[in-house]
């Protein structure tokens, strides 16, 4: 089926508009984490970077789960809208990879004079990573769209099953080698003071996560639309 | 059962060719073989022994020995379209995988069969018996490998890029099983009790159950047309 | 003879589509017992993707493909009553010809696998190089083996795409002479060929298949020259 391109341009508007008020939340609650929120006692500001990088990882490994979930539903319903939507959404985890990716390392300069530590995000965000690589590695070489569609499904729905023995596999590497905790928080549970901003900026990444899928969603569909295909 | 009969006739029949030819199988036991001297020549001799290189310098080895091995289940096939006429026939295409997962396996046990005693030469690994044990955890580190890889080399075959494309999808896949073989291994090296590598095994052995009812699931997806 | 009343295999509302493009479009094909349907069309007409369909190696986007019966794309059991020939040979190179046909026989879940095989190296005249690799056949050898592999398991449909490709004219006098034996034996026979008079005189009806539509659909005439004529204009319409 050829997508319409007017529900295209619809949902890429839906998208836009939901990024944007999402970007906008999000502009507040920073602001709040700011000015509004004290430093943690050991860490200080660089503490905040957390508000980034939970948030983010949250969002990366949701938007993995959805391309394998999408996977096994278009194997169900066969409906080609569902692979365009598996591409969004894994090259929206990635972008979100990429912000723990390049903050992580900031972060673990200023506070632990080291560019990398294997801490247990940051080797879980770098895995993720290179599945998602591989994800588009292997779209890229594949010419019908049918059967980037089916293997890209098979790809993603593998991956799926993999993601619970890698949190496994960083756990236990984890627990061999203490590394600086870059961040966690302090070991006795936030103060609500500081784990307010935290929740807030879970829900907002979430439906930053919506608003960038839905747009990048629609955009995927205005190509098919546009170049007469399915995908 | 005509499932199990058409998977053992496939796999019996990419054994026979593969023996007939050795190509594979030698290259990739030499593969091997090369990988450890440039473990031995690019360590640091003054602070890393060859005993302490040994548990970590066996499982990239094994690693990568399966990626070199996996290639050639599918592109056997190509070569006259040999594929379509098992395709044709009315056998169920899980019947397929299974044949072409013992086939991998097998392949990969004749691989880790040379490798292992040069491992055991060249890194001065002491002959104890739980080495065993570690013949076990590289039985089950190849199960894992080989069901993934089987699916994931029946996709590239396929691809222009299939020698890159297959290290690439599949080496994030084999990080778990390794780690968990590898844990195990320095664990048995290190003297201590049995029992603590038991986990590692139960570990391995969830990840080869895990993914091989997968793998059966999903191959039948790849066949499609 | 053909027997319309009861046709053995049954295409009815065949699509096919690759994304937009459409290869094959509400085609319905019945062919019965004793038949060899020809198929020609120009490149590109959907030839190939008709037979792929018909042989169970894909799937139509619509329709449906009955056998004997059975429902071809749902029940795998099904795939057993096709035997499929193509211009690539299906066999092993590495593995001599009579390994290649026990391969073939286990696939099938035959019985009597050795006395099975060895009548189908004499019936192909293989068995002198029987137990020779198969990839030291020449090209007419080759197709025997194929023959031999695709007509192993006593198939009702025999299905063959462009399979007097590279065969020098000895090697295709065996071919036909082959089909002959099949048609007359009861078989079910369609061939897509690019040149209509590699089996002219064998072919009971002829298909034109053009843009992934049936454009002609009758039983073969008489005169080549005469079809021939007729089936360059409507490539021209």
Known sequence: ?231 | MKTLRAALAIAAKDLRIEWRTKTALLTSTVFAALVFLIFVFSRDTGTLSLRELAPSVLWVTLALAVLTALNRAFLLERENGALEAILLAPVSRSAIFWGKWLANLGFVLIIEGVAFPLWILFFAVELRPILLLVALLALLAAIGFTAVGTVFSAMTVRTRFAELLLPVMLLPFMIPPLFFASQGTVRLFEGRPVADAVQWLKLLTLYDIAFLVIATMLFPKVMDE | MPDAESPVIVAKGLERRFGALVALCGVDLSVGAGELVLVVGPNGAGKSTLMRILAGLATPTKGRVRVGGMDLHADPEARGAIGFLSHQTLVYDDLTARENLRFAAALHGLDGVEARVQQALDAVGLSHRSDVRAGTFSRGMSQRLAIARATLHGPPVLLLDEPFTGLDSPGADALRQRLVVEREGGRVLVCVTHEPAEVWDIATRVVVLRGGRIALDAPRPADLAAFRATYASMLVT
């Open chain 1, 1 to 231: 089926m050829i997508p319409d391109l007017q529900a295209a341009e619809r949902t890429i508007t839906r998208g836009r508009i939901l990024t944007l008020f999402s970007l906008l939340l999000l502009a507040g609650i920073y602001v709040m984490a700011f000015k509004f929120t004290p430093p943690e006692a050991m860490q200080g500001l660089a503490f905040k970077i957390l508000y980034v990088h939970a948030p983010s990882a949250w969002a990366a490994e949701s938007a993995f789960v959805l391309v394998g979930v999408t996977g096994i539903l278009y194997f169900w319903l066969k409906d080609p809208r569902l692979d365009i939507f598996a591409e969004a959404s894994a090259e929206v985890g990635m972008v979100f990879g990429t912000v723990i990716l390049t903050t992580g390392p900031i972060w673990g300069r200023t506070i632990w004079g080291a560019y990398w530590a294997w801490d247990p995000r940051l080797t879980f965000t770098l895995l993720l990573y290179l599945i998602f690589a591989g994800y588009f590695a292997l779209r890229s070489a594949v010419r019908d769209p049918a059967e980037r569609a089916r293997f890209s499904a098979v790809l993603g729905i593998m991956g799926m099953l993999l993601v619970p023995f890698i949190h496994l596999t960083v756990f236990l590497f984890n627990s061999q080698h203490p590394t600086p905790v870059l961040m966690a928080p302090q070991k006795s549970p936030l103060p609500w003071v500081l784990l307010r901003p935290l929740l807030m900026s879970l829900v907002v990444f979430t439906l930053l996560y919506f608003g960038f899928v839905t747009t990048r969603y629609g955009i995927g569909l205005r190509r098919a639309a546009l170049e007469g295909s399915d995908a």
